[in-house]
């Protein structure tokens, strides 16, 4: 099947593999926020990256192809901005409110009339629910008390997607996505971020905010250059092997992320996509995966504070649940409200946003 006709199937499998992604990364943090910083999390052994920056990498990739969908398929600059911005801030604000006035108060060292004496809590609120400071620390919360002294880890990926959201819009305001010469122009673009990426320790890129957009930006070009391709590209077994095969012998060597991006774009959108049975039920429920990615952090920080010494595994056991059941509210009462708002504005359909971690 070629990816212009299954993309343009409303039934597919993309909500249930970014809620999978998000677990993903609440399972790769469980052993951080429980052993310790340096700890070795599932997959670090082979890919040199954890579970989680792996499914950071799916989410990233799944955008690279929707969003400019969603970009095409509006009829204003103005109303695509609306529409991301209705998806991602106002869930944003909610779960940074919360942390503020409700988890920051019951953990926090501090005496509560100094807590809330004090401009913190409003800064960590504008900060985080406006990405302008997302590693933003409250006073006295998990400071000590975990081995990662962070409130909500997990956000730091948030602003580089809003970063791929702008070039996105800057990619479309040039004409460039209804415009041949737009598939050689993100082609370019596309080597030159994976040339740097596989370069990115001689360059002096690993560490760098520059360094972390490009791990980012590479699946999301690779997504919109599949977007742009959709005519040509099939969706079937043979090339997901060999692309399988050539990740394969990339490992250990720096070229592996440039690979698996390519690799892991191709199989999302393959499994998402092409498939078909009763696991399309589960579009009947909704998307949860942004609540899960954004709530998953503090509510870990939270059970790994209240039972100190607790095995990862059973970390995972008891945040997961109560990790759902926040997404699930987040859903019915946030994000599901926003989208609605959204699509009165813009008739046209778009893209959900993918997050990350």
């Known amino acids: 099947m070629r990816l212009e006709a299954a993309l343009d199937r409303r039934a597919n499998h993309l909500t249930l593999i970014r809620v999978?992604?998000?677990v993903?990364?609440?399972?790769?943090?469980?052993?951080?926020?429980?052993?310790?910083?340096?700890?070795?999390?599932?997959l670090s052994g082979l890919f040199g990256m954890s579970l989680g920056s792996v499914s950071v990498l799916v989410f990233f990739g799944i955008s690279g192809v929707l969003i400019p969908m969603s970009l095409e398929r509006a009829e204003t600059l103005a109303i695509w901005a609306r529409a991301r911005i209705l998806r991602i801030f106002p869930a944003l604000f909610c779960v940074a409110l919360l942390t503020a006035l409700v988890l920051g108060p019951l953990f926090t060292t501090e005496e509560i009339g100094a807590y809330f004496g004090s401009t913190a809590p409003v800064r960590y609120v504008l900060n985080v629910a406006t990405l302008a400071k997302v590693n933003t620390a409250l006073p006295g919360v998990f400071e000590a008390a975990t081995p990662a002294p962070h409130v909500n880890g997990s956000l730091w990926t948030l602003p580089y997607e809003v970063g791929c959201y702008l070039l996105v819009a800057l990619l479309g305001t040039a004409g460039l996505f209804r415009r041949q010469t737009g598939v050689l122009a993100v082609a370019a673009l596309l080597a030159v971020t994976a040339f740097a990426v596989w370069q990115r320790k001689a360059l002096g890129l690993s560490y760098t905010s520059l360094g972390h957009f490009l791990n980012f930006a590479l699946p999301f070009l690779t997504g919109t250059l599949f977007y742009l391709l959709r005519r040509r590209i099939l969706l079937n077994w043979k090339p997901a092997l060999v692309l399988l095969g050539l990740t394969w012998a990339a490992l250990g060597t720096d070229f592996l992320?440039?690979?698996?991006?390519?690799?892991?774009?191709?199989?999302?959108?393959?499994?998402?996509?092409?498939p078909q049975?009763?696991?399309l039920a589960y579009n009947r429920l909704g998307d949860y995966s942004y609540g899960t990615y954004i709530y998953a952090f503090p509510i870990q920080q939270t059970?790994?504070?209240?039972?100190?010494?607790?095995s990862p595994v059973a970390a995972i056991a008891v945040a997961l649940p109560i990790t759902l059941c926040f997404a699930v509210l987040s859903w019915l009462l946030v994000e599901r409200p926003a989208l609605r708002l959204k699509r009165r504005h813009a008739p046209a359909p778009a893209a959900p946003v993918m997050t990350a971690g």
């Open 20 to 22: 999978l992604a998000a």
């Open 303 to 310: 059970v790994a504070q209240v039972m100190p010494g607790i």
């Open 24 to 42: 993903a990364v609440l399972v790769s943090h469980s052993w951080t926020l429980t052993l310790g910083p340096g700890t070795p999390e599932p």
């Open 277 to 279: 049975g009763s696991l």
């Open 257 to 274: 992320r440039p690979m698996l991006s390519v690799t892991l774009v191709y199989w999302v959108l393959w499994i998402g996509l092409v």
